[in-house]
């Protein structure tokens, strides 16, 4: 599962008229481009992605670029737009209630695991690692995670976990993060990127769409009771390859770090993969000014 309807409000003018996703990186290269050449290289090649905010380029993005790239590897892209599934203009309300609204398109490929990710970061990640950690752990949930510097750690949901890999403890967004046992000034970032048992998913989805309290979201409600449980696995990224000693990923959900990880593209070498060896340069769309309007859209409630 794709979710790539977040809104990206802290982007400002690179997303009045744009989702996130599509917003372009390094070159014509789109931010979305990222996760789903992961996908392919990882040998998953059967997805589907989740749209909610301003998707007329993203959509056009999908169809005409990467579903024929999921079909020539034996696979299919299909596409989930949120307004559309719901008859809510609003949509989706929160990522977990984007995965329960698709129970029955999940049902009907039968999968024993899902994986869920962001669409919205730029990184490279080889997923079979993952799945074969989580597999092996016996956990029900297994979340990647990168190490922070714990001066920015409070922009994203922090774990901690014991020497044998269990999460012991989630906070989201943290003021005060806790730092890693035996090196307190790094602490441990949900990556927004997880595995699941999916029968066990589709029960808890089940059980939190009756929750009227609950805010259907996978960092604030899903990932913490699961934390809690004692059934999450905690995998953390390593480097991805022999072109790749250190691990990379940012998340460009600001200006400021936006414009930070376009200059470690700037060079001639490149801190990870470009989706390139999956979608060949020059196939994706043509260039445009940041700010040229696409077309309208609804909202929606999701920020991711």
């Not at 996703?21 to 059967?46: E, Y």
């Not at 590897?73 to 599934?85: E, Q, S, V």
């Not at 297994?142 to 012991?168: K, M, N, W, Y």
Request: net charge neutral; aromatic share 8%.
């Amino acid at each position: 599962m794709l979710l790539a309807g977040g809104k990206g409000s802290r982007l400002h003018e690179l997303t009045a008229a744009e989702c996130k996703p599509a917003v372009f990186f390094a070159g014509t290269r789109r931010i979305v481009d990222f996760a789903l050449a992961n996908a392919l290289r990882s040998g998953l090649h059967r997805m589907i992605a989740c749209t909610q905010y301003r998707p007329e380029t993203l959509t056009r993005h999908l169809r005409g670029q990467w579903a024929p790239a999921f079909a020539a590897a034996g696979g299919g892209l299909a596409l989930a737009h949120g307004p559309d599934l719901t008859g809510q203009a609003e949509g989706y309300i929160g990522t977990a209630d984007a995965v329960t609204r698709n129970i029955a398109a999940i049902d009907a490929r039968a999968p024993r695991h899902l994986v869920v990710m962001a669409a919205d970061h730029v990184c490279q990640i080889d997923f079979r690692p993952m799945i074969e950690a989580h597999v092996a752990s016996g956990a029900e949930m297994t979340v990647a995670a990168h190490v922070v510097p714990r001066s920015s750690g409070s922009e994203f949901g922090i774990l901690s976990a014991g020497e044998d890999g269990r999460a012991t403890e989630f906070v989201e967004k943290p003021a005060d993060p806790p730092g890693m046992a035996g090196d307190p000034a790094y602490a441990l970032a949900s990556m927004g990127i997880y595995v699941f048992d999916w029968p066990w998913l589709r029960a808890r989805l089940g059980a939190d769409a009756a929750d009227a309290g609950s805010g259907h979201d996978f960092g604030h409600d899903i990932l913490p009771a699961a934390v809690r449980a004692g059934v999450v696995n905690v995998w953390r990224l390593t480097g991805q390859g022999a072109e790749m000693a250190r691990p990379y990923w940012r998340d460009v959900g600001t200006l400021d770090s936006y414009r930070v990880a376009q200059l470690d593209f700037a060079g001639a070498a490149r801190p990870c993969a470009m989706p390139d060896s999956v979608l060949p340069q020059g196939s994706g769309a043509q260039a445009r000014p940041f700010g040229a309007r696409m077309g309208g859209g609804a909202p929606g409630r999701w920020k991711a």
